[in-house]
């Protein structure tokens, strides 16, 4: 039995060298490997086989600290409370507010794999021996009030906005609203600073001013309704609810079901992918939509599922085809013929498909930006760690007589 270990950190100081005597072989893929002169010696006498861009042995970090693993985005402000020997190992956005000087020192240890975003005083301070980063540094004045990374300023904002304040997004601000009175913003002196401003038409010569010189500028159709969603279906619902001009931030799938709802648009822009099936086509063209990317589709879109059965019976009812995007497994039926699977299907940017063995070569043919393709039957070991399934023995067999463990932050 083998065991390979993938994370951002891996923590060996309080391994037990009974725990791991029963494999053959481990190996760690680790960013930061932390061990002390105990874990050394246990590592020596046990087949480990670790790649590491970093070692920290016990003299750069206390071997009582406790670390929290992080996904997402984590605050230090002036009032944040550090337990003793605390250590962050972060996969996300680290915020750090003026005047926590002191606060960040109490930190054992900070991991930071993404985006660090401080005040200049404190990107002064940058680099600490205790912080590490791998990603990048955002700067802002420290006398900028900090929005949300993606701010949606609405019609409200002008009033509450305070009298010469600054604003800071660090991604970018969306304008949502035709109402907002940036002429106001104007006469309170209020500045914004980010990347990316989405500003509608009408507010460009009164509103572009009050933004940084550098910032990138998408100007938005004073007529149109902002939609936040990675994945949108256009429908009569979607109609409803946004109405007729609607800007997505996002994709949008159209299906030959919802013609209708595609007539009922006057204008259509997405900021991201369009999948469309090649009968709506033709309503689609008289819309000049403006779009990043176009995929024409043919026959029946199923995507975005953890787990997709494909029988026989949908590919022989589907004359068209089947297109599969965005799913976490996809199972074909073995009474699948190859022929039917090649003349009959696409695969596209799935993290694993299940065949027979007879079935490989057609899927093979089919499949695109597929992690892995198994025809033995069987979610693998590292499949069942990502996805929550127990595995027995002859799961294992199946992989190789490998077990995965695929982590943030690991301890051994």
Do not use: W
């Not at 481990?26 to 006498?45: C, F, G, H, P, Y």
């Not at 590490?132 to 420290?142: A, E, H, I, Q, R």
């Not at 949502?176 to 980010?194: G, H, Q």
């Not at 029946?300 to 599922?305: A, K, N, P």
């Amino acid at each position: 039995m083998r065991l390979k270990i993938n994370c951002d950190t891996c923590d060996a100081r309080k391994v037990n060298e009974e725990n791991y005597t029963q494999y053959s072989e481990i190996i760690i893929n680790t960013d930061e490997m932390i061990v002390d002169a105990r874990s050394k010696a246990i590592l020596n006498k046990l087949p480990f086989n670790i790649s590491a861009d970093n070692y920290k042995s016990e003299e750069s970090g206390s071997a009582s600290a406790k670390t929290r693993a992080i996904n997402g985005v984590y605050e230090i402000t002036p009032s944040s409370i550090v337990d003793d020997n605390l250590a962050i190992a972060l996969n996300g956005i680290l915020k750090i507010a003026p005047g926590t000087e002191e606060i960040l020192k109490k930190y054992e240890k900070i991991t930071v794999n993404g985006i660090i975003l401080c005040p200049k005083s404190i990107a002064a301070i940058l680099p600490l021996p205790s912080l590490s980063l791998n990603g990048m540094t955002k700067v802002y004045p420290d006398e900028y009030v900090l929005l949300d990374n993606k701010y949606k300023l609405d019609k409200y904002f002008p009033m509450r906005a305070a009298n010469g304040g600054g604003y800071y997004a660090a991604l970018c601000v969306y304008d949502m609203d035709p109402e907002t009175d940036f002429n106001m913003l104007a006469e309170k002196n209020v500045k914004f600073s980010t990347d990316k401003v989405y500003i509608r038409k009408g507010h460009l010569s009164s509103g572009l001013g009050l933004f940084n010189i550098e910032a990138e500028v998408v100007e938005i159709p004073d007529n149109c309704t902002l939609v936040f969603d990675d994945s949108c279906v256009l429908d009569n619902s979607f109609v409803s609810s946004y109405g007729t001009n609607p800007y997505i931030l996002g994709n949008l799938d159209i299906s030959k079901e919802n013609i209708e709802a595609l007539r009922k648009l006057e204008s259509l822009t997405v900021d991201g992918t369009i999948r469309i099936n090649k009968d709506c086509m033709e309503v689609f063209e008289s819309l000049h939509a403006t779009y990043n990317k176009l995929e024409v589709k043919k026959g029946v879109l199923l995507c975005d599922r953890a787990m997709l059965h494909i029988s026989k019976d949908i590919l022989e009812e589907n004359a068209e085809g089947v297109t599969v995007e965005d799913c976490a497994i996809v199972k074909l039926d073995s009474n699948i013929e190859p022929a039917l699977i090649k003349d009959r299907m696409v695969i596209r940017d799935c993290a694993k498909v299940e065949c027979t063995p007879e079935q490989r070569s057609a899927v093979d043919q089919i499949a695109k930006d597929v992690a892995l393709v198994s025809s033995g039957g069987l979610v693998s070991g590292i499949f069942n760690t990502l996805f929550g399934n127990s595995g027995d023995a002859s799961s294992s067999e199946n992989d190789s007589d490998t077990k995965y463990i695929n982590a943030d932050y690991y301890e051994l």
